[in-house]
């Protein structure tokens, strides 16, 4: 059976790691690292995200300063409280969560974040810096997935990397880390042809698409790493009355790869807390750079 990369594991100990560091930090410098996540509308799943990220600064101390708008809001109300968070002392990191609303321009408002509090990597500025090599706030679930990796010992430099997706959230930037640590790379996306048998060159296959359990067995090269990033909600086939109506799956097939592959990822479990405490690292990453102090636990 393949070997489970425990994201939720790893986060947890990334998180205890650097409860230490922030209690000496708040002593010594007067406050803590602080995150704003701002939020519009009520959308669920965008709620879930927020809480998650809200009891992951509080169980390592961090500052909490986010901000829900009704979903009726204006572009003006939130670029003037982004622009207001880009000058507050007290914030080292922001992120407008998303999906927004269709009436809001994500793009010009995710433009607004100063790039040095870019929590969630996916300013231009940022990306360019990603592209060319340079140090900088990376996006957050690919640098969780570097760091699930690096973790866990599994081998780049000269392997084949093959990446389904193309989204500027994962496929692209996790292709640029792939690349940046001498993987292979090749990336493959709904117009790419014999798509299976690309899969099936892959050591490492990163799963992007949001289509539950699209990768099958019959896609994966025996001993592969698997990593898969969806999280889909579906009808939970379990119908006894105390089962939950949805539940949470990957793009992955995890019963039927999990016995052919050399190391997988779970879904829940594996790279969604990873996501979470990559912002927490991008936040402390910048509080950092602006006390001018060492980032190290």
């Known amino acids: 059976m393949a070997q489970l990369l425990d994201g939720k594991a790893l986060a947890k100990q990334i998180q205890t790691d650097r409860l230490t560091s922030i209690q ?17 509308g009520d959308n669920p799943a965008s709620a879930a995200y927020v809480r998650n990220k809200e009891r992951a600064c509080a169980s390592i101390g961090m500052a909490s300063l986010g901000k829900n708008f009704p979903h009726n809001s204006s572009q003006a109300a939130i670029t003037q409280e982004i622009l207001a968070l880009n000058q507050n002392p007290n914030v080292d990191g922001i992120l407008v969560q998303l999906p927004l609303p269709d009436h809001l321009d994500a793009t010009a408002l995710l433009n607004l974040i100063d790039p040095e509090k870019d929590a969630d990597g996916l300013h231009p500025i940022n990306l360019g810096r990603l592209v060319r090599g340079e140090p900088g706030l990376r996006s957050c679930t690919p640098a969780g997935i570097m760091r699930l990796l690096q973790t866990y010992n599994i081998p780049l430099a000269g392997k084949q990397a093959v990446v389904l997706g193309r989204s500027i959230l994962v496929g692209k930037p996790i292709g640029l880390m792939l690349l940046a640590a001498n993987a292979t790379l090749t990336m493959a996306h709904s117009k790419s042809q014999n798509l299976a048998k690309l899969t099936r060159s892959a050591d490492i296959l990163v799963a992007a698409v949001g289509i539950p359990h ?84």
Not at 25 to 32: D, H
Not at 252 to 271: H, K, L, M, N, Y
Request: charged letters at 20%; a neutral charge.
């Open 24 to 40: 000496h930090w708040n002593r010594r410098y007067g406050r803590p690292p602080g995150l704003a996540v701002l939020m519009v």
């Open 214 to 297: 699209f990768v099958t067995q019959d896609m994966v090269k025996p001993g592969a790493t698997v990593i898969d990033v969806g999280i889909n909600s579906i009808e939970n086939p379990d119908k006894r009355p105390q089962a939950k109506p949805s539940k949470l799956v990957g793009d992955v097939d995890f019963a039927a790869v999990e016995p052919i592959a050399g190391a997988i990822t779970p879904v829940p479990g594996g790279i969604g807390p990873m996501t979470v405490a990559m912002l927490l690292e991008n936040t402390i990453l910048s509080y950092c750079d602006r006390l001018q102090i060492p980032h190290s636990p």
